[in-house]
């Protein structure tokens, strides 16, 4: 069973066609140590720190599924009610399925490049969360990553040298995940 984004990330709905919201920019100014012991017509102005926002627009996309049966088999058979609705939700090609397509296609789009000079993986990945993330001012709380990748990179993870397994202790703990990218509230990292 995947991880149903729709849980990690705050619900809402909209009957409307786009949403509008406002992006972070950077900011202008910094805070600084400011005296304000010399005389009142000596005093510089006070620094100020302010952030600067984008507006955004986007556009509500729509996901749709329908299925056909025949009506008798609705009526013989009381668990195809359940199964059909399971499948047109969390199946294999079900709603939710094309809702975490979606949901990562947007996330993807809106990725910060990494940005630290690891190659390996694994190192590349904590790198990220705790490094870049942290660098600025996010913290990390969730590591997306598809299964075969989580496999590959984190618990086939060998050392070059000798072929062992070494993978961090107590660093790296592997929980059901689903794609490859790292992920901090809203903001996310291309490995």
Known sequence: MPVWLRYLF???????GVIHYLVENGEVGAAAIWDGS????????????????NDATVLVEWIAGITRVKREMLDDVEWL???I???????????WVAENTLILNALEAAS??????????LEMIVDAAFGQLKDNYYN??????NNRDAVKYINFNKASGSGEYDAPIGVVAVIEVNCILVVCQLFLLQL
């Open 140 to 145: 990390p709380t969730v590591i997306l990553m």
């Open 112 to 121: 910060t490049p990494y940005d630290g000079d690891a190659t390996n993986l």
């Open 10 to 16: 705050p619900n809402s709905t909209t009957t409307k």
């Open 85 to 95: 609705a399971r499948t047109l939700t969390t199946g294999r090609k079900g709603l």
């Open 38 to 53: 010399p005389a009142n017509a000596s005093l510089v102005a006070k620094p100020g720190e302010a952030p600067l926002f």
């Open 81 to 83: 009610r359940s199964y």
